[in-house]
């Protein structure tokens, strides 16, 4: 980190200064900034210009997953105090999503929804279809009392991790884990179950825990949820929050230095005659893309570990008429064309239905993750386009390519870390990187195999914890 004079900040530089500096848009770091606000602290979002520009269903999670009262997402929305009027927009689904396999179509929500058509499409009999889904709901309930009441995280002045008025854990009332009709399926049922698996976690390798797949895949059983307007996103509600508490977001089109001056720490745009500092500083980016993107202007700090195996999403949409999508389609699908092969590519996609601001159309986005080594991309959006079409022919004449903007330098969601060795959920996070000035960051990586939850509770709990270690 590049040290600044106090004196030399004075004559030639405009120092602007909050308490808390956060470097990057992405969920986590959106949540612990609503955190800190609420806290009464002066707190600055840093966003690059690029990750700004994104679509706002490109930025949306694919699955909101815990939106039930008493999940993840409504006891983290409610410690965000959102307003109830802002809560009901967000309207429970029957259905979760779709799982699309070469010969089959299955609708994940309700239990008993799911096993129904898991017998109607042969990939299991009635008996062990009702094993399965009843098995995953109880391990889904069970690691998720285990997720509300782990500290998650751990700061330097919070020995145990638990933010202000958090009570200690309690011993889940379930067994932990999967059951034995999830943890060892039958071959019928792989495809179904793994297709999930990658596509809800934020992890560059599926190497994912039992404890971590039993909420991934039980957390589809309670349903699913979505907005009806199109004005409306989760993201955006929680911008619409921030904004109320007196937060501030500024646009970085351009390089910058990780600056310090004396105990405080911030960020020094290029070509600006201005400083932001924070008496914290929170890194919220993907860390391989942050140290190239540091080193590649002057270098990255010292303090910066090593950068760990980087894999990145890549999206592509179609707009058309909403009454072109087929009959019975439902708003988030998950895609698998070649079982046997791997889940990448065009292979596998994650898409979702979103309505546009104006007019009748809808806009499908489909997400994937771009395979290992040097790919095509521009084939690869072309056959993600053509897989698009194929599930819905009569909208092939109707329907028009989006324009994809300049993917995000720093600032990038899409872009998939994997966990330190031995790290991952269910070990608790490090936040601190560095005591003075002090620096921390939320890496997403280490609860990547919870997805979307993982999200949510890495955001708050860094937020208390940051909150409760500053003087």
């Avoid at 308490?19 to 609503?34: E, F, H, K, R, Y």
């Avoid at 599926?206 to 699913?224: D, I, N, W, Y």
Wanted: charged letters at 25%; glycine letters at 8%; proline letters at 9%.
């Amino acid at each position: 980190m590049r040290e600044v004079a106090a004196s030399n900040a004075r004559a030639r530089l405009r120092a602007r200064r909050w308490d808390v500096v956060v470097l990057g848009s992405a969920l986590p770091g959106l949540i612990a900034a609503v955190r800190l606000a609420m806290g009464r602290l002066r707190v600055l979002i840093v966003e690059e210009e690029a990750a700004a520009r994104q679509p706002a269903a490109v930025r949306e999670p694919f699955f909101l997953a815990g939106s039930q009262s008493g999940g993840v997402l409504d006891a983290c929305l409610r410690a965000l105090a959102l307003p109830l009027i802002d809560r009901r927009r967000l309207a429970s689904e029957p259905i979760a999503y779709q799982v699309l396999l070469p010969e089959a179509r299955i609708d994940v929500g309700s239990p008993a929804r799911t096993a129904e058509e898991l017998v109607a499409w042969g990939l299991a009999k009635p008996e062990v279809a009702r094993a399965l889904v009843r098995g995953l709901t109880e391990a889904a309930a069970g690691e998720r009392e285990a997720l509300l009441d782990a500290p998650i995280v751990r700061a330097l002045r919070m020995g145990s991790g638990l933010g202000r008025g958090a009570a200690a854990p309690r011993a889940p009332r379930h067994a932990r884990g999967l059951p034995p009709d999830v943890s060892q399926p039958a071959a019928e049922l792989v495809p179904w179950l793994e297709a999930q698996v990658r596509a809800l976690v934020n992890v560059a390798t599926p190497v994912v825990p039992p404890e971590a797949r039993a909420r991934l895949l039980g957390g589809a059983l309670e349903g699913g949820a979505g907005f009806e307007s199109a004005e409306e996103t989760l993201v955006g509600l929680l911008r619409r929050r921030f904004h109320a508490l007196h937060g501030e977001i500024r646009l970085l089109p351009g390089r910058f230095d990780l600056v310090a001056v004396g105990d405080m720490a911030g960020v020094a745009p290029a070509m600006s005659d201005e400083i932001w500092f924070g008496r914290a500083l929170i890194l919220n980016t993907p860390l391989g893309p942050l140290t190239d993107w540091l080193a590649s202007s002057g270098g990255a700090p010292d303090f910066l570990p090593d950068p760990p195996h980087l894999r990145r999403r890549a999206w592509s949409a179609l707009r058309m008429p909403r009454e072109a999508l087929p009959e019975g389609m439902a708003r988030r699908l998950v895609r698998v064309l070649d079982p046997a092969q791997p889940l990448d590519g065009a292979n596998l996609l994650r898409i979702a239905v979103a309505p546009e601001k104006s007019g009748r159309d809808v806009q499908v986005v489909a997400t994937y993750l771009l395979p290992e080594g040097d790919a095509d991309e521009a084939a690869l959006d072309a056959a993600v386009a053509e897989s698009l079409l194929e599930l819905m022919p009569f909208a092939r004449d109707r329907a028009r390519r989006a324009t994809i903007p300049p993917r995000p330098k720093w600032d990038d969601e899409l872009a998939l870390e994997d966990p330190v060795a031995g790290g991952g959920w269910p070990s608790e996070v490090n936040l601190r990187v560095l005591s003075k000035p002090p620096v921390y960051r939320l890496p997403r990586e280490e609860v990547g195999v919870l997805g979307f939850e993982g999200d949510c509770l890495l955001g708050w709990r860094a937020g208390d914890a940051v909150l409760a270690d500053l003087p």
